[in-house]
């Protein structure tokens, strides 16, 4: 079992609508949980950072994470064509050490149709 | 300010050869992390250097090595190339608990 699962799609809305993307793990140590967009053949843009249970907003992106269910979810409001990408979860602990490996989810590609 | 910048862009390679990537990470962050991206997953994580010592390494061979310079720069070294090293190569620079990732270097091994 992958420690982070995420539904490749491919998912294809139509603009204006509202997107969910998720993921679950399994690994409960992880603490911080990122989305990522990535274009292709680009590197991946960090979207949202949170470490807590609960939603964060930033514009038209919230994250939402639940530890106890190990789920997490990223929205997108009002859709845009701009918005189409893969977006990547990443997950990680940081020990003491410094040790910061990133866990990715294998990203959701979303087309959102004019 | 300048983001992570990687280079080259593109390269391509034969099997059996050696590879050697740059990154420089955005400017104050001392933290560089490698990983390999193959077409259709997500970015698997190969290395992290923090202040020129390794922290971390992933599931990967011997064939792979990395170092760090006192600018915080960073090399990624790839021996006796295989067809399956052709993919995505992407440096993060981190700061506190935030990583940003470079454009990526695309190696194609033939």
């Known amino acids: 079992q992958k420690e982070v699962e995420q539904d490749p799609g491919p998912l294809s809305v139509p603009e204006g609508a509202i997107v969910s993307l998720n993921c679950t793990y399994s690994?409960?140590?992880?603490?911080?949980f990122m989305w990522y967009r990535q274009y292709s053949r680009k590197g991946p843009e960090l979207l949202m950072y949170t470490y807590s249970s609960g939603n964060k907003e930033d514009g038209r992106f919230t994250a939402q994470v639940d530890k106890s269910s190990k789920y997490i979810s990223l929205f997108i409001r009002d859709s845009q064509p701009s918005d189409s990408a893969t977006y990547l979860c990443a997950m990680s602990v940081i020990s003491n050490f410094g040790n910061e490996k990133l866990t990715f989810g294998t990203g959701t590609r979303l087309t959102i149709i004019p | 300010d300048a983001g992570v910048t990687q280079s080259p862009t593109h390269l391509i390679k034969t099997r059996g050869q050696h590879v050697t990537l740059r990154c420089s990470p955005i400017s104050g962050h001392k933290s560089v992390s490698w990983y390999q991206q193959v077409l259709g997953q997500g970015p698997q994580f190969i290395f992290q250097y923090y202040e020129k010592e390794e922290r971390g390494r992933g599931n990967f061979p011997d064939r792979f090595s990395a170092r760090q310079f006192p600018n915080y720069s960073s090399e990624l070294n790839v021996n006796a190339l295989l067809l399956g090293d052709s993919a995505l190569y992407l440096c993060a620079s981190r700061y506190r608990t935030e990583a940003f990732f470079g454009q990526g270097t695309r190696l194609t091994v033939v």
């Open positions: 690994n409960s140590a992880f603490q911080y």
